[in-house]
């Protein structure tokens, strides 16, 4: 069925359906390692809101499930240029609770040039966490400036510039279901 796209969308690019499957098998890979024990997800606002929700809830039902998975979540911005991130990455706001012992995955929506996973792992891993991992919905794996491990990846994305489930351009777009190619005519040069 022809679905009518929101002005500035040009094309869906990844389906709800494909970012559930997703979500589903980031949740069998994460409860296969920590079977019986407890977990906190930290998601990292704003664009991570929607995948750590959906992979939360995808845990739940996974087999050999953890035992106890808990929320946090922080909030980082960094400077740069509308289309990608500086290596200038600064924390907005800390998790509520204190990590220290804890087994922690950070949730992340998309990884890209890999600055803003590699100053939280450093900033995290800091804080004598039992165990630190990254589960990370999209990788765009094509303009990589630091190397930085990601345990759990959902799915590559397309060398473009996306919105939707989560991930906005200017605040907007968030809301989708699915994620999309914004027109290149709205993007600045
Ligand atoms: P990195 O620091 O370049 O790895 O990028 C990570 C952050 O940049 C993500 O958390 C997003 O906030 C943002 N980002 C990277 N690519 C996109 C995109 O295609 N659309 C929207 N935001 C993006
Ligand atoms: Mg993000």
Request: aromatic content about 6%; charged content about 20%; proline content about 5%.
């Amino acid at each position: 069925m022809q679905q009518t796209l929101p002005p500035g969308i040009e094309r869906v690019l990844i389906t709800a359906e494909e970012l559930a499957d997703a979500n589903r098998r980031m949740a069998a890979a994460i409860a296969g390692d920590y079977a019986g024990q407890s977990i906190v997800l930290v998601g990292v606002l704003k664009g991570a809101v929607f995948v750590t929700a959906d992979l939360a809830r995808a845990l739940a039902e996974a087999p050999g499930a953890p035992t106890d998975v808990q929320l946090d979540f922080i909030a980082v911005s960094s400077y740069g240029n509308a289309h990608r991130s500086s290596g200038e990455v600064r924390l907005v706001q800390d998790t509520t609770h204190a990590i220290e012992g804890k087994h922690v995955v950070i949730v992340e929506d998309i990884i890209d040039n890999g600055h803003t996973l590699h100053y939280l792992r450093a900033m995290l891993g800091n804080r004598q966490p039992a165990s630190l991992r990254a589960a990370v919905l999209l990788d765009k794996p094509y303009h990589r400036a630091v190397d930085v491990t990601v345990d759990y990846t959902g799915l590559t994305c397309p060398d473009e510039f996306v919105v939707g489930y989560g991930l906005d351009y200017q605040e907007r777009y968030r809301t989708l279901p699915y994620l999309a190619k914004l027109r290149p005519d709205v993007l600045p040069a």
